[in-house]
């Protein structure tokens, strides 16, 4: 997951103000009135430093000093700005800042101390309200020079403000992190499932996420290098955290060392996913069965596994991971039961262990196949109760339709054999939740986590390009 995302925060008020006598008064109406505005500097600025690394200006007010300000952010490269005039301002410093400042992902906010219109205003309790104010000015300004920005409004006392510039942070620092994220397909797409196929150009121009391909030789070699001592040290702790059913210790010990190669590979190449085509016929002439048993190191160095090769589908569940500040489970919708507005869902093979109820983790062999057959272990289980997101990302043409709804887990028994699974009660109807998800034309895969974030993706689809839909 992220680091504590670096951000710049910078505090603007108009020169006039000094100019006038305002800021320097030691009596009358504004006798420490600089002081109030330096306090509201200070709390905004503590609040943000709870969750993000805050390179902060302080109150700034003069053309130098925000020409000097918008330099130190660049070199400290901030992944993004929120850009505060908290008082009436004058426009020369902002177009400064415009012109010297690094293009990141940008806030206005337009701070508001009070929280409510008051029943009476003298002059200087409205003028330490006028950034909204300021805000409107300034607007024109980013937008004739073609900055995006996102809109805030509220102060740091305000839940729903405190949110909202959190989510943009951390969709903004999200957008930053996929430009050096690195996702294997092994081997190749799968032609079983050919609606996540997807040019990787528009991977790379869109979001700087880069493909790389990897045989199953490759992988095949560095399940060699495991030791048995490795993979029987791993097969003790699925004994110790887990339920073992008709799975052989022959066959735990040969996926153990698929589990660890997959660690392997993840390491050596920096991955933060592997689109794993598991219908491959190499997978049977080399391995003689598919590599579908997952290791919890995987999702401690934030790599996603998923199958039928799709790389949409991994994206959206590193998306909303990263989003969400811990690990997404690869999923795929069911079905329905539209009597008692519940979804089914769930995926064979490779779910991510933190996603799942402890109690309920149990290692089988794969199957998909008949006992006649080879067949390597899978473990599964059935997800913790609590608040989660759905995230699908499907190719369509040169562009990815983006569409997410949320809903709750629920606590219980397990109700499916062998697969890592879920049962949710949306937030909205589940019958129309299905029929709106076919007539989109969606992939059945979800990136699905626990958390409610949509204003965190909808900053993100903004950011990137993406028309988000909320079910």
């Known amino acids: 997951m992220l680091s504590k995302p670096k951000i710049g925060v910078l505090f603007l008020a108009g020169d006039s103000w000094w100019e006038a006598g305002i800021c320097t008064a030691a009596t009358g109406p504004y006798a420490g009135f600089l002081q109030q505005i330096e306090n509201d500097v200070a709390a905004a600025t503590a609040a943000l430093a709870k969750d993000f690394t805050v390179i902060s200006s302080g109150l700034l007010h003069t053309s130098q000093q925000i020409i000097d300000e918008a330099r130190r952010f660049t070199s400290e490269k901030v992944e993004a700005i929120v850009f505060c005039p908290i008082i009436w301002t004058n426009d020369p410093p902002v177009i400064d800042f415009i012109r010297e400042a690094n293009k990141v992902p940008l806030a206005l906010w337009a701070y508001d101390p009070y929280g409510s219109i008051l029943e009476y205003y003298k002059i200087e309790v409205w003028l330490r309200s006028s950034g909204p104010v300021s805000v409107q000015q300034v607007s024109s300004l980013f937008r004739n020079h073609e900055w995006d920005y996102a809109v805030i409004f509220g102060n740091e006392k305000d839940e729903g403000c405190l949110r909202e510039l959190q989510a ?28 996540a196929w997807i040019d990787e150009k528009v991977l790379y121009e869109q979001f700087g996420v880069e493909l790389v391909h990897v045989s199953v030789q490759q992988f095949a070699e560095i399940a060699e290098s495991i030791s048995d001592a490795e993979a029987a040290e791993y097969v003790q702790w699925l004994k110790e955290h887990a339920k073992i059913t008709n799975t052989p210790e022959e066959m735990l010990l ?36 598919r590599p579908h048993l997952y290791h919890p190191r995987l999702g401690e160095l934030g790599c996603t596994v998923g199958l039928e090769a799709d790389v949409p589908g991994i994206l959206s569940t590193l998306i909303v991971g990263r989003l969400a500040g811990h690990q997404a489970m690869f999923n795929e919708f069911y079905t329905i039961d539209k009597h008692r507005d519940l979804v089914l869902m769930g995926h064979p093979g490779m779910g991510e ?5 402890p109690a309920t983790f149990e290692v ?6 008949d006992e006649t057959q080879k067949r390597g272990a899978w473990i599964s289980y059935r997800a913790k109760p609590g608040p989660m997101t759905h995230f699908n990302l499907t190719p369509d043409g040169n562009r990815l339709k983006a569409t997410a ?20 009660r949306p937030d909205t109807d589940a019958l129309p939740l299905f029929q709106k998800i076919v007539e989109r034309g969606l992939v059945q895969h979800w990136g699905t986590v626990h958390g409610k974030i949509v204003p965190e993706l909808r900053h993100f689809a903004r950011l990137t390009g993406l028309d988000l839909v909320v079910l």
Request: with cysteine.
């Open 168 to 195: 943009f942070l951390r969709a903004a620092a999200v957008k930053k992190s996929l430009t050096t994220t690195r996702i294997a397909v092994l081997p190749a797409p799968c032609r079983m499932v050919m609606g």
């Open 254 to 289: 040969m996926s153990a060392k698929h589990a660890l190669a997959m660690v392997r590979l993840t390491e050596e190449l920096g991955l933060s996913g592997i689109a794993l085509e598991d219908f491959h016929e190499d997978f049977y002439r080399i391995l003689g069965v």
């Open 353 to 357: 262990l933190s996603v799942g109820d």
């Open 364 to 369: 089988t062999p794969d199957l998909e196949f």
């Open 405 to 424: 709804w949320t809903g709750e887990a629920l606590f219980g028994p397990r109700l499916m054999e062998g697969y890592a699974h879920m049962l949710v």
